[in-house]
């Protein structure tokens, strides 16, 4: 069946670093929604992406999905302190359920 | 619009018993998904529901199980708890549930299984 991978698992930097989490499908993609969870809390919609190459920014955070619609990405520059939590990319294949990566937890030092 | 409501938010069973969680979705949509969520495992997709039918499942055991009301409330029962059935359970609603709509997911119930 599909399988969605996320890397890194984990992430700690300091307040005002870069952040990119990766996302790879096992197949491809008819769209691809990336999620956030606050800790103690629920996840959030944040983006979703359809087209082969498609950008779309949200302040300060970038989504890319892939040429092949088989991965993506999810940048945030210069992290703050609201940007704790763990970010789910969730893919959804031709005629199938979503499936939800494992996320990637961020952690931002102050 | 009220977001998605789930009840109980807590709830304390022991090994054996049986439980039964409710999510009430935003008003207007028919589609409910239920996903269980443990540190080790994340977010696994239990059922969906659109129009009072169980329209996808994911591979959990029969003891789980689901329904769906005429109003698009729904609830999923859990017999027979075993420990590893401890997790936060999340109900999310979409308008129909197709064609990769964004998914609203509720505040979730954590169950703990003694």
């Known amino acids: 069946g599909q399988q969605v991978m996320q890397i890194p698992q984990y992430q700690h930097v300091q307040e005002g670093e870069d952040f990119t989490t990766y996302c790879n499908s096992s197949?491809?993609?008819?769209?691809i929604q990336w999620y956030k969870q606050r800790p103690g809390g629920h996840p959030v919609f944040l983006i979703q992406?359809?087209?082969?190459?498609e950008v779309k920014k949200q302040k300060r955070l970038t989504f890319q999905f892939g040429e092949a619609k088989k991965n993506s990405s999810l940048h945030i520059t210069a992290t703050q302190t609201t940007d704790v939590g763990t970010y789910f990319c969730?893919?959804?294949?031709?005629?199938?359920?979503?499936?939800f990566g494992p996320g990637t937890r961020l952690s931002v030092l102050p | 619009k009220a977001g998605v409501t789930q009840t109980p938010r807590y709830l304390i069973k022991t090994r054996g018993q049986q439980v039964t969680l409710s999510c009430s979705p935003i008003?207007?949509?028919?589609?409910v998904s239920w996903y269980q969520q443990t540190p080790g495992q994340g977010l696994q997709f239990l059922f969906e529901?659109?129009?009072?039918?169980?329209?996808n499942k994911g591979n959990f055991p029969g003891r789980f199980s689901g329904r769906q009301f005429s109003n698009s409330r729904s609830e999923m029962n859990v017999s027979t708890l075993e420990l590893g059935d401890s997790a936060l359970y999340l109900c999310?609603?979409?308008?129909?549930?197709?064609?990769?709509?964004?998914?609203?997911f509720g505040p979730g119930t954590r169950l703990l299984v003694l």
């Open positions: 999310a609603s979409s308008s129909s549930g197709t064609g990769g709509e964004t998914q609203y």
């Open positions: 197949t491809t993609l008819s769209n």
């Open positions: 992406l359809v087209k082969s190459g």
């Open positions: 969730a893919g959804h294949g031709y005629g199938q359920n979503f499936v």
């Open positions: 008003s207007g949509h028919r589609s």
């Open positions: 529901y659109f129009s009072e039918t169980q329209r």
